[in-house]
Each structure stands twice: as C-alpha cells, then as structure tokens.
C-alpha cells in the first residue's frame, strides 16, 4: 500500500514556474514508477509526465516537453515536477500516481494509487 500526497501548487501568472512534489509513504515508494496527470474543468484526466524506479529514464506529454521536469528523490521518497514557462492551458488539477509496472506509464489504468489532486492556476 502506497499514499501519495501532493503539494506545491497555487496561482502563478503565465510565464512563471512552479514545482510540484508528491511525497509517498512507506519504504518501498522507490520500488514504483511514479507519474503526473492532470485534469482541466471539464476535460479528460490526462498524462503529463513519468519516471522509472530510478529516476534514470523520464517521459513527457508533448504539450509540456521542454518546459516541465520529472525527478525523484528516494531518499525522501519524493517525485517533484518542475514546470516552468507556465500557460494558462496548464491550468488544472494535477495528479501523483504510483504503478508497480516497469518502464515508463501513460495510461492511467497502469497506476495503481492516486492522490488527492493540488491545483495548478495560471492567469493570462
């Protein structure tokens, strides 16, 4: 059993940055593949970013490639997203997920456990 608690978000204007983190617990959360997905007001839950158990290999939605960063920290079993030059289509609730598959997940029916979401604004 993994829970997953993410933080970080808030109100940014476009252009600005903001990390997320999504702290889990437990002493295996370095034996899962972690994920970002977020979901805009009344659009679809969508994929955003990956990383494996080691934080050797990431994958990112081609919406957000080269302006948001995976990375992990298993020592304080922590995933952050880095997202920088933020746009107003960012703007959603962001989701940590947690899979016990191997190699990097983009569909949500891969991952096992979900927080409860942090909430990303971004004004124009």
């Known amino acids: 059993q993994v829970q997953l608690v993410e933080s970080g978000g808030g109100l940014v204007q476009a252009g600005g940055s903001l990390r997320l983190s999504c702290t889990g617990s437990?002493?295996?959360?370095?034996?899962?593949?972690v994920g970002w997905f977020r979901q805009a007001l009344g659009k679809e839950r969508a994929f955003v970013a990956a990383?494996?158990?080691?934080?050797?290999?990431?994958g990112y939605a081609d919406s957000v490639k080269g302006r948001f960063t995976i990375s992990r920290d298993n020592a304080k079993n922590t995933v952050y997203l880095q997202m920088n030059s933020l746009k107003p289509e960012d703007t959603a609730v962001y989701y940590c997920?947690?899979?016990?598959?191997?190699?990097?997940?983009?569909?949500?029916?891969?991952?096992?456990?979900w927080g409860q979401g942090t909430q990303v604004t971004v004004s124009s």
């Open positions: 997920a947690a899979t016990s598959r191997l190699g990097l997940q983009g569909k949500e029916y891969a991952y096992e456990y």
């Open positions: 437990g002493r295996t959360f370095s034996s899962y593949g």
């Open positions: 990383i494996n158990l080691s934080g050797s290999s990431t």
